[in-house]
T-cell receptor
């Protein structure tokens, strides 16, 4: 069966510090991968999606970036965090080339102080 | 731009009651619609996926319907239990102008089932 892992689960970082959140998927190949952010009082916002290694599309201009160094690994990064980057970050996957169900990880809670 | 609205934002019901959660979307050109459950501080769990050609999907005590022409979906929960307490999210799947498949989410309905 397929599983998706995210880490770290919680993170407290000062403004201006770097960020790296990781997501890996097991039990499937060539998945579509997604990063979403859920801020308090707001819906889920799509940040990045990827249909293959090295292929990243950004939905929202921001100081975040994403990379996909391996087929089942998706990384969310920032060189300098802002207060507004605080939120709950969720990684998701779906079967490639099929507009089907999205399956989410357990999320990473980021607090920027 | 696709917008998804969920009403009510919060709902409290006594245990055993049947209930309906509502979801509406502005653009009927959708590919599918997905209902999720989110427990506090946790990720999203997929409950039901309805393709645009379908009218409804059922899983256990859950039944989701889709009326694409009117831009509405409902999630029906039968015989509610305290364990059903969670936030329920509706998400509409569609292809963007760039040809990529995306989901737009509503803000959710927070359900509390009182024992």
């Amino acid at each position: 069966s397929q599983t998706i892992h995210q880490w770290p689960a919680t993170l407290v970082q000062p403004v201006g510090s770097p960020l790296s959140l990781e997501c890996t998927v097991e039990g499937t190949s060539n998945p579509n991968l997604y990063w979403y952010r859920q801020a308090a009082g707001r819906g889920l916002q799509l940040l990045f999606y990827s249909v293959g290694i090295g292929q990243i599309s950004s939905e929202v201009p921001q100081n975040l970036s994403a990379s996909r160094p391996q087929d089942r690994q998706f990384i969310l990064s920032s060189k300098k965090l802002l207060l507004s980057d605080s939120g709950f970050y969720l990684c998701a996957w779906s079967v490639r080339l099929a507009a089907g169900e999205l399956f989410f990880g357990e999320g990473s809670r980021l607090t920027v102080l | 731009k696709q917008e998804v609205t969920q009403i009510p934002a919060a709902l409290s019901v006594p245990e055993g009651e049947n209930l309906v959660l509502n979801c509406s979307f502005t653009d009927s050109a959708i590919y599918n619609l997905q209902w999720f459950r989110q427990d506090p501080g946790k990720g999203l769990t997929s409950l039901l996926l309805i393709q645009s050609s379908q009218r409804e999907q059922t899983s256990g005590r859950l039944n989701a319907s889709l009326d694409k022409s009117s831009g509405r979906s409902t999630l029906y929960i039968a015989a509610s239990q305290p364990g059903d307490s969670a936030t329920y999210l509706c998400a509409v799947g569609y292809y963007s102008g760039a040809g990529s498949y995306q989901l737009t989410f509503g803000k959710g309905t927070k359900l509390s089932v009182i024992p």
